[in-house]
Structures are given as C-alpha cells and as structure tokens.
C-alpha cells in the first residue's frame, strides 16, 4: 500500500461523514478514482459508519423529563442571587468595618492632632468590640 | 425559522434564558448517547445532560465561538462524563448501553455493535462515536477530547482496528 494510500485512508471516515475539507474531498475522489484497494477500504467505512449510526440511534433519548428537571434547577439559579454575590456581601459585612478601624487607627496615631484622638477613642473601641 | 446554535447562545449570553429550551431540543439526544456511552446507565447519562445544560448556562459568557457550538456541548459533556467516572472512582462495566431502554427488540447487528463497542475503553468509544455517529470534523474532535489532530487520527485508526477485529471484520 503506498503512503498515498495511507494518507487518504485516515480521512476517510470525515468523508464519508460528510465532515471533511474541500481538500480532503477532492484529494480522496482523485485517488480513489484509481485506486481499487482504497475503494474497498471506503466501501467498509461506510458500512461501519452505517451500523454505528443505526445502533446509536435505537437508543431513545432522555425526553422531557429531563428537560423539566434542567428548567426547574435554572429557574432556581434565576431566582436566587449567584454566589459570587454572596462573596461580595461577606466582603462588605466584614470588610467595611475593617476599613473604618485602620482608617480610625490612623486619626488615633501619634501623628494626628490630640482633640481628634480622644474623641475617636471610644468609637475604634466600640467597632472592635463589634467585630 | 429554527434559530442557529450560534444564535441560541448568544441569545442566552443577553439575558433570554428561554433559548435553552431550543438548545436542549437540538442537543440533548445527541449528549445523552454520548454520555451514555461513557456511563452504562440511563440515569446517569440523563444527570451529565441535566449538568452539561446548567454548566453551559453558567458559563455561556466565556463562549467566544472559537469552536463550534456542538463541540463546546460535547466537550462539557465529555467532563461531566469524566467526573462523574472519577466520583465512582472506577471505569463503568463494559455493558450494553440502553438494556434497560424501553426500545424496539434490537437486531442481531446492533447487538453485536453495542457489545463490541462496550469492550473498548471510554475514550475510544467517545471517539468513533464523534466522528461515525455525529460527523464532527477533525478539528472538533481534537477540541472536544482535548488531544492534538494528529492524536485524533492516530486514535482512531486504533479504535477503528480493535472494532473492526471485535466485529470480525479484519482486512482480508
């Protein structure tokens, strides 16, 4: 068998399923036109293509009961906020506070002016003991 | 007139969740054969649709149509499959897919065909079922498995043979 043979026998089966490029085709048509061998080769894919079709396609499909089930569960997902809003909402619960204390611990440095210290003092407390 | 996949998803993407009832009527058959495939069971390749559809909704928005809308059902389905084979934490039986389907008495041939593909490995099942059953282009298959071209083709004349060779058809 020559490479050529080889070469066009691995496209086959996308020929014979109608899924090859215009290449392939035209590549497989000229050679098979000449070549008795590969013609017997197209000959069997076609009727394993046929087969496999037939016995896949016996097989009922999943009907709509399935498709309830799918409907169902998106109108859940629809109704019900995602959970990467979830994330944000513990982000903001826990991460606000957070924020307030560094920028109140701030105020309270050495470096900020003593009246605003004391007066904030009480807050930063009530905020820790909140958190 | 029937709206493409490519449409359906976009329409999903702007907020018409009702465009899943139009995917699903285009591709659940085809994903539940696959899945099923990959499982044995009814049940189960029904599951792996319901969550093949729910994850495709979740992440519609990094759908960039690189691929085609098939391959990208196929692809969610395939790891669905494969989680679903981790969290049993073995490789289904190699069982006849739908035993328990309410079908017609199923011919001689299509019994040989389902016992044959049931002693391939999952992966080899997955593949000739992509290219002789649903047609996808070389392409395709390679995005959905998530293997190179050339793997695709190499893979499949293996599978392909091992077929053959359970079927009795070896090249006179």
Known sequence: ?131 | MRASPAELVQAIASGETGAMRELYSQFADALFRFALLGLGDRDAAEDVVQETMLAAWRGVGGFRGESSVRSWFFGICRNQVALELRRRGHAPEPVPPDEDAPAPEPSVSRLEIEEAMGMLDVEQRQLLHLVYVEGLPQREVADVLGVPVGTVKSRLFSARERLRSLLGEDEP
């Open chain 1, 1 to 131: 068998m020559a490479q050529c043979c080889d070469e066009i026998r691995e496209g086959i089966p996308w020929v014979v399923a109608g899924a090859a490029s215009a290449d392939q085709r035209g590549m497989a048509a000229l050679h098979l036109a000449r070549c008795a061998s590969c013609r017997r080769e197209l000959a069997r894919e076609i009727a394993l293509r046929e087969r496999l079709r037939q016995a896949a396609m016996a097989v009922p499909g999943p009907g709509e009961a399935v498709w309830r089930k799918v409907a169902g569960r998106l109108e859940r997902e629809t109704d019900s906020p995602p959970e990467r809003h979830w994330v944000l909402t513990v982000l903001g619960v826990c991460g606000t506070p957070a924020l307030a204390i560094k920028v109140l611990e701030g105020a309270l440095s050495p470096d900020a002016e003593r009246p605003v210290r004391e007066w904030l003092r009480p807050w930063v407390r009530l905020a820790r003991a909140a958190l």
